[in-house]
């Protein structure tokens, strides 16, 4: 395992992403929350680059007691990334499918030397 | 380019160019070497609508032309010449080829649609694309019959005239029927059908009774037969203007079941009434319901037809080989579960009679691979699916040796060739 230079942590800003080239994979890196994510940018779906497309939050419908729906709301907590071939969502944090948390992106791991973000691949 | 997302935060992406959004689909034709395949896509769109221009001079009434010619005016004019659908295709941005598709770049001198088409065609490994409107599909609904002919009719010159023409060779079209006024339609044919790019034409099923059946359409269908061309049925949804789903809350479910269900109605109407008999040598394509009806369709109807066969005299076999002899086109395929999906191509025959149709540029287009991945179909299978079987149907040439070698391979090389 390698590690590939990312970017500057000062260039980084909260809710950027770079796509970062190792070989022939690539690797989406999002930063969200203060926080380093990095995922395979090959959509689990049709092969879609994932990691390439709108960041949005998640849309949860909340119910009342009584099973009613009060409506959709945007998630205050959770936040999507979305591949834009076709709509496919994942969890930022978890890398997770949305409509089926089973399916999985391939998770790499970040991290800081200083100013300088790698990724491990 | 800035995109909105929640609670108006701005996201920015880049400007759209097909070619970079599509490289993961060159490398998928590159790892299966799809070059060496002839694949034909029987279903891609265009935007017409970003073309209005281009062909509303060819309408022939003056009144009329001049009427939709005006809302193209700039500075004030209030008109819409197409009946708008609701609905969310973009899904909110998350498709970002929608809301992105005026930032990319073109070449002066060179037809944009044919750019854009070329360079999705060349991403996937698409040899021949049959194009296919998008705003016109909604042609039916339009509560002027004259104007429906008018439209169909300057939107068939236009495309019969400049655009397929300059397109290479890699463009052909089933063109656009106007249903409403069968004699019309008829005229169509008379007028188009021998034109070169041509290989059918195309009802828009999003209407109000459509009865395939009328006696009126029967010089239509003769016609069509006499000159080998192929009729097809392109599905829609319609959301906001059919009553029944306005019970329909969630975009989703209004176009899970319209895209299917227009074609489940219309399929129904033509096998029953013996169409299949009445015309043997008609080829027919059912378009964009994905595949999953075919199956449903044929065991109600094979049910039905078993106790009350006197409502369907015409029929000399069950309605399910009716069915059998039609062809589909495979997208959006539903891909969930294998041995559903295994079963569903066995019982439609789908070797001989699915079409791959990928959509593109639409929010639920399918990729080649998603044929060629299938780990239930021979070899053979998937290189008439991807092409052999258009390439028989439309008399399509292969682009290179590789490519007529496997259509030699598998009985698919045409006259064409």
């Known amino acids: 395992m390698a590690e590939k230079f990312v970017a500057k942590s000062s260039e980084f800003k909260d809710g950027d992403r770079r796509i970062v080239f190792v070989g022939d994979n690539e690797i989406g890196v999002f930063r969200h929350g203060g926080e380093f994510y990095a995922y395979s940018n090959f959509c689990l779906h049709q092969g879609g680059p994932a990691c390439e497309g709108l960041t949005i939050a998640g849309v949860e419908e909340r119910l009342r007691p009584d099973k009613t729906s009060m409506g959709l709301f945007f998630s205050e907590s959770e936040m999507h990334f979305v591949c834009p071939w076709h709509g496919m969502e994942y969890d930022m944090k978890t890398g997770e499918c949305v409509s089926n948390r089973r399916m999985k992106l391939k998770k790499y791991k970040v991290v800081q030397k200083g100013d300088d973000v790698y990724v491990v691949a | ?221 003769r016609a069509m037969e006499e000159r080998e061309l192929v009729l097809s049925f392109h599905s829609g949804p319609n959301w906001g203007g059919e009553p029944i789903y306005r019970s329909c809350n969630r975009f989703l479910s209004a176009h899970a079941l319209g895209f299917t269900w227009y074609n489940v109605l219309n399929c129904t109407n033509w096998v029953i009434n013996g169409m299949g008999e009445r015309f043997p040598k008609l080829p027919v394509i059912w378009i964009e319901s994905g595949l999953a009806w075919v199956p449903f369709l044929m065991q109600r109807l094979d049910h039905e037809y078993m106790l009350r066969p006197s409502e369907a005299p015409l029929l000399k076999k069950k309605p399910s080989d009716y069915m059998r002899d039609m062809y589909y086109s495979s997208q959006p395929m539903e891909i969930q579960d294998y041995d559903a999906m295994e079963c569903t191509f066995r019982m439609m025959n789908a070797e001989t009679q699915l079409l791959y149709s990928s959509d593109y540029p639409h929010w639920d287009f399918d990729l080649p691979s998603t044929i060629w991945d299938l780990p239930f179909l021979s070899e053979k299978a998937k290189h008439n699916i991807l092409g052999g079987n258009a390439a028989r149907l439309f008399k399509l040439p292969p682009r290179n040796d590789k490519q007529k070698e496997n259509l030699q391979r598998f009985g698919n090389l045409t006259a064409a060739a």
């Not at chain 2, 694309?129 to 300057?154: D, N, R, Y």
């Open chain 2, 1 to 221: 380019m800035d995109l909105i997302a929640d609670r108006g935060r701005r996201v920015t992406i880049e400007e759209l160019n097909t070619t970079r959004l599509l490289s993961h689909a060159r490398k998928q034709a590159h790892a299966r070497n799809l070059d060496d395949v002839l694949i034909v896509d029987v279903d891609a769109h265009h935007y017409e609508g970003e073309n209005f221009d281009e062909f509303l001079p060819y309408m022939e009434n003056d009144v009329l032309r001049q009427l939709t010619m005006s809302t193209r005016q700039k500075g004030g004019a209030r008109g819409a010449i197409m009946v708008q659908g609701i609905g969310y295709q973009d899904m909110g941005g998350r498709v970002t080829r929608y809301p992105l598709r005026s930032s990319e770049k073109t070449e002066a001198g060179a037809m944009r649609d044919i750019q854009l088409g070329h360079r999705w065609m060349d991403a996937m490994g698409v040899d021949y694309s049959c194009l296919f409107p998008t705003g016109m599909l909604s042609i039916g609904l339009h509560p002027q019959k004259e104007m429906e002919v008018e439209l169909c009719w300057a939107y068939n010159r236009s495309l019969t005239e400049k655009v397929l023409p300059e397109a290479g060779g890699r463009f052909f079209s089933m063109l656009c029927l106007p249903f409403s006024d069968p004699e019309a339609a008829l005229r169509h044919v008379e007028t188009f059908g021998d034109r070169k790019h041509v290989g059918g034409f195309m009802v828009t099923t999003v209407r109000h009774n459509l009865a395939v059946y009328d006696n009126a359409y029967m010089k239509l269908y």
